[in-house]
């Protein structure tokens, strides 16, 4: 620690920060634009000036830069002095000569750093009445507006876009006060992270286009905190709503997870809550096929008629939905009749994950833990597509070898400008083998492009390498050996080694030769670090909750159903056809009686219910979810549901009292649900922590999840009444519906602090400055390194004969396309195109295809899809996108033969149109 003296007073602080972080940790307010906690100081701005004086007899002193000078024992500085305070104001109303007068129509107003700052800073009139300078804006894409005459230059975009996201297509062009950012022509943004443009410019430069496109003002956003349910990492959320719509959804930090940064998949792709496919109330099918709406007690009613009638009852349940609701669902049919909701596959595989996870000695990181990764092998998985924000962290884990280069000179962490000077292309070491090119090849040491049985061989071959009494590694040519050697000799001298793998290849083989590989690493010097994407917000819950292993698979239901052993079938909140090909899911569905369908949004499984029970979405409910690294962490419901619509575990609890399947009303509450499930599973014992009951007060009252500014109650609803309405009352969550309360760090709605409007104020939330929250980290730890995995005797299976020239099919994720949710929301279906297939080029020569043409996937029922060519994908592999439709019926790891389409029409990732049949073509 050191001791420094502002303004008179000593304050302890903490060695090695900079003066601006010091400052703000302290609790004073001190103004900034360009320094961010994330992205460190470049001294742009020249907003944080103080004063800093020799020693105790210096009056006079110096100006110097708060981001940009290190605390130093002993240090005297003022904020207050006459020389600093004229200096700040004067540099902002230099900053704001070109700056419009269009607070009040402005998207960012409310919620302006750059108000708040010249607030601060005690800048109130201007002096130049010369002409400004303006600036043609550009079409950014489908998320991101822009207004680049707001622009103060501060260089936090492109700071953000290139230096810390990778982005390439975002720049500062031309100079002095003509200088633009955007891009060299119009066009879409290509990062996956252009969103947090939003939240990162301090100005109204960048804001969200789907706010922009249906307005309303900051400040009369109702928010709530929660998670992001369109991957598995977790990533923590504000969603705001007004009139019942959601608005917007920004990021809720949390340093254990997400940090500041959300990808767009997160931020935009929860709209689908806005969706005119969204059921408003109970439904019957009629003998017409239409559907009778009905209510709640009717529809229950109805359910109970035929439940059993002597015969058994099976469920699936949703690795979307709800611990809680997926607890309820599994209590009420039992066990033995109760499937995850994952095809046969994907169970196997998030399974073996699970039980490594769980008994592994390797660590699984958080996302701030894989940032601090000296080396790291990518084992099978395109990180970008199937869990994005990881791939944030893992770009800012390669700086680690910037950050060692600086202390040995002296360079703090936060000198940015000056580490990546120091360090130019030198990055830590980061591998690559997956089936074809990602988007972190930029940053990787070496990548290779193999088939997924050839990445397992490779992973067993570095585990050989790392232990050679454990594991052997066969089957490698010359040079992958030289590669595998390469990679263990990497992973081995470095301190903090990093694993990455998943299900993105659909291959056990994969799985298991990561977990060996970090397996061999883990010694008494140091613990290996593991971490596995998965597909869906709670697929690790669902694996947790099925840890005994006696559960169905889809097959067995489908063969139980076939033989008239189900009755009713429940399903909730899965679509069914994505698990298995339409043919497999069709026949299940044929041979049960009453098929009973619990989900937020119409489907195709939801199209052929005998029941439809509208679900809340989380927009609307609470629950818990348990992300890939193990954590579980609580959702809350920004508005309350319509009438009509209950969360699943509601329309559960509902069936089971009446059912008599327990005490009635014993799930009155949301928390008797969640107690009972850590009470009945052993792996989830700790859930209860990951958020408080509806008991919670904080000196007395609820937390808010109206700012304080909060307006238009009584206009709300001007058409119906004049009177202001009673607001809901909130019974099952520590959040009310009001603007009164105070808001504790872990349960924040909305960012908001006396002085601090924007979302810079979560310093004065946090413990340290870019530190975790006054409170702690939301959520809680479920999964700790074991004491080692015993059965590492699996191997790679030999590949499937296929017919001759066959391909090989291999799954590839996209961020906008593949996920069932978020392609749901227009802004990212206009972004995920149509259906495809990758072919290398030699392999489309033999085919006689070229780019741009059709292509037929023989003996599968599926249409022919476009073909795209990659040098990156490996030869003999098929790529297909996960989630498309047009490829439902393709089966990654078949072996298949392919044709040339004569006729063929392009179908995107949302539509549901029939795509022309096929005439004919060259077969190979």
């Known amino acids: 620690m050191a001791t420094i003296y502002v303004d008179g007073q000593a304050y302890d602080v903490k060695d090695g ?3 601006l972080q ?28 103080v004063v800093q004086y020799q020693n105790e007899e210096d009056t006079r002193g110096r100006i110097v830069m708060g981001c940009m000078t290190p605390v130093a024992d002993g240090a005297r500085f ?14 902002i109303e230099a900053l704001m000569l070109n700056h419009p007068h269009d607070c009040p ?44 005459n707001r622009c103060i230059t501060c260089y936090r975009c492109v700071r953000f876009y290139n230096d810390y996201a990778g982005g390439t297509d975002l720049s500062a062009q031309a100079s002095r006060d003509h200088t633009y950012f955007g891009r060299q022509t119009d066009g879409v943004l290509e990062s996956e992270f252009a969103g947090n443009l939003v939240e990162v410019c301090p100005t109204g430069v960048f804001t969200d286009k789907t706010l922009v496109n249906d307005y309303t003002r900051k400040w009369d956003l109702q928010s709530a905190p929660s998670v992001c349910v369109n991957c598995a990492l977790g990533c923590n959320t504000m969603p705001g709503e007004r009139y019942g719509k959601l608005k917007r959804i ?46 709640q007690s009717e529809a229950i009613e109805r359910i109970t008629e035929h439940w059993g009638d002597g015969r058994a009852v099976a469920a699936i349940g949703s690795p979307r939905a709800s611990l809680e609701s997926n607890y309820l669902l599994q209590k009420l049919v039992g066990a033995g009749n109760f499937n995850p909701g994952l095809s046969d596959r994907e169970f196997k595989l998030i399974d073996s994950i699970c039980q490594i996870l769980r008994c592994s000695k390797a660590l699984s990181p958080s996302m701030s833990q894989v940032e601090q990764a000296d080396a790291v092998l990518i084992l099978g998985e395109d990180v970008t597509n199937t869990a994005p924000r990881l791939a944030l962290s893992l770009r800012q884990s390669v700086r680690n070898k910037a950050t060692e280069l600086g202390e040995q000179i002296g360079l703090q962490y936060w000198q940015d400008a000056a580490l990546r000077t120091l360090a130019q292309d030198r990055n830590s070491p980061l591998f690559i083998a997956a089936v074809a090119d990602t988007r972190l090849d930029d940053i990787a040491e070496q990548t290779v492009s193999l088939a997924p049985d050839d ?48 299900t993105g290849c659909q291959n056990l083989a994969v799985i298991q030769a990561a977990a060996r590989i970090a397996e061999a690493l883990t010694n008494t010097e140091r613990t290996a670090m593991l971490s596995y994407c998965l597909p869906e917000a709670n697929s690790l819950g669902g694996a947790l909750l099925c840890a005994s292993g006696n559960y169905p698979s889809l097959a067995e239901l489908t063969e139980r159903a076939a033989t008239g052993q189900i009755e009713t079938l429940l399903v909730m909140e899965n679509e ?65 549901a319509k009438a009509g619509q209950q969360a699943s575990w509601q329309w559960l609890a509902a069936l089971g009292d009446k059912l008599g399947a327990w005490e009635t009303g014993a799930y009155r509450h949301f928390d008797q649900v969640t107690s009972d499930c850590a009470a009945d599973h052993a792996p989830l014992a700790e859930i209860v922590k990951a958020g408080p009951d509806h008991h919670f007060r904080d000196h007395g009252l609820k937390v808010p999840r109206q700012p304080h500014r909060y307006s238009g109650r009584t206009a709300m609803r001007a058409n119906v009444s004049v009177h202001e309405p009673k607001q809901p009352i909130d019974g099952e969550t520590p959040l009310a519906f009001t603007m009164e309360g105070a808001q504790p760090s872990g349960l924040m709605a909305f960012s908001w602090s006396p002085g601090w409007n924007s979302n810079q104020s979560v310093h004065k939330f946090q413990s340290e400055v870019a530190g975790p929250l006054v409170n702690g980290c939301p959520g809680v730890r479920l999964i700790e390194p074991g004491e080692g995995l015993t059965d590492m005797s699996a191997a790679v299976e030999p590949a499937a004969a296929g017919e001759p020239g066959s391909l090989l099919l291999v799954p590839l994720y996209r961020i906008y396309g593949s996920e069932e949710l978020s392609v749901q929301s227009p802004a990212i279906a206009e972004l995920a195109g149509n259906a495809f297939i990758q072919l290398h080029p030699s392999d489309a020569t033999r085919l006689g295809v070229a780019d741009g043409d059709g292509l037929v996937v023989n003996h599968i029922e599926a249409p022919s899809l476009e073909v795209r060519l990659n040098s990156s994908l490996a030869v003999g592999c098929a790529g297909f996108p996960v989630g498309y439709a047009g490829t439902e019926n393709l089966v990654a790891g078949q072996r298949v033969t392919c044709r040339k389409a004569a006729n063929w029409t392009p179908l995107r990732a949302d539509s549901a149109a029939v795509i022309a049949t096929d005439q004919g073509g060259g077969h190979v």
């Open 17 to 19: 920060d900079n003066l």
């Open 22 to 49: 010091a400052i703000l940790g302290l609790g004073l307010d001190l103004p900034y634009f360009c320094w961010h906690p994330a992205m460190g100081s470049i001294g742009a701005c020249r907003q944080c000036a």
């Open 78 to 91: 003022s904020l207050q002095g006459e020389a600093a305070r004229e200096f700040r104001s004067t540099i």
């Open 105 to 148: 129509v402005c998207a960012e107003g409310g919620e302006c750093h750059l108000q708040d700052m010249t607030v601060m800073a005690g800048h109130r009139d201007r002096h130049y009445r010369g002409r400004k300078n303006t600036h043609r804006n550009q079409y950014l894409g489908p998320l991101i507006n822009h207004e680049m």
């Open 250 to 295: 920004h990021n809720r930090f949390n340093k254990a997870v997400n940090g500041y940064f959300l990808c767009d998949r997160g931020r935009y792709g929860g709209n689908f809550v806005n969706s005119d496919k969204r059921l408003d109330y109970p439904g019957l099918r009629q003998a017409d096929q239409t559907y009778k709406a009905v209510g």
């Open 455 to 502: 990445i397992a061989r490779l992973g067993l071959a570095i585990a050989a390498q790392l232990d050679p009494a454990k594991t052997t590694g066969n089957g490698l040519d010359d040079p992958l050996r030289e590669l595998a050697a390469t990679i263990a000799a990497a992973l081995k001298n470095a301190r903090q080694p990093l694993i990455v793998s998943g």
């Open 576 to 640: 069914l056809y994505r698990r298995g090909t339409a043919a497999e899911i069709t026949a299940l569905l044929d041979g049960v009686t009453q098929l009973v369908v619990i989900d937020a949004l119409d489907s195709r499984t939801l199209s052929r219910s005998d029941i439809a029970l509208p679900a809340d979405s989380y927009f609307e409910s609470e629950g818990t979810l348990i992300n890939s690294e193990g954590r579980a962490q609580r959702y809350y419901p920004v508005i309350p």
